[in-house]
């Protein structure tokens, strides 16, 4: 193994590693959030259920792999609840407009921090692969196996 080949590897356990610790940020952040959606706006509390367990589901495909599919659903992810959080402190959403303007609360501000995170290190990873595919290709290597 040449020494860019390890210095690939190593990138790719500490990115993967640090996925695993935004996407179970993100999955953490929501549980602590959850105490009495259930009775308030119960559609949030299932979205809620459904982030926590596609968080915690992609961080550990990110143990097994840093497959490209899965940097781009925790990109993906990240970004749909920046969104949500957005929509939540401008325009509201259905039965919640108690947040509109609210955008001290310290789990929110953890929130947006943590997947944000996400989102740029999913981005770097994705454009870090595209980079050593178009360089392989350029150098003649099979770059088939980068591009997964």
Request: net charge positive; glycine share 12%.
């Amino acid at each position: 193994m040449s020494a860019a080949d390890l210095r690939d590897v190593v990138r790719d356990a500490i990115a993967r590693t640090l996925g695993v610790i935004g996407l179970l940020g993100i999955a953490l952040i929501h549980l602590l959030d959850i105490h009495g959606k259930f009775g308030e706006t119960p559609y949030m509390a299932w979205m809620y259920v459904a982030l926590i367990v596609g968080s915690t589901l992609l961080a550990g495909v990110f143990v097994r792999s840093g497959a490209r599919w899965a940097w781009g659903a925790a990109a993906g992810l990240a970004a749909s609840v920046i969104v949500g959080y957005v929509l939540s402190r401008t325009v509201g959403l259905p039965q919640s407009s108690d947040d509109i303007g609210n955008w001290s609360e310290p789990l929110g501000i953890a929130s947006l921090f943590v997947e944000g995170a996400v989102v740029a290190l999913a981005s770097a990873a994705l454009w870090e692969r595209r980079a050593r595919v178009n360089a392989a290709g350029r150098l003649g290597r099979p770059a088939a196996s980068l591009a997964t």
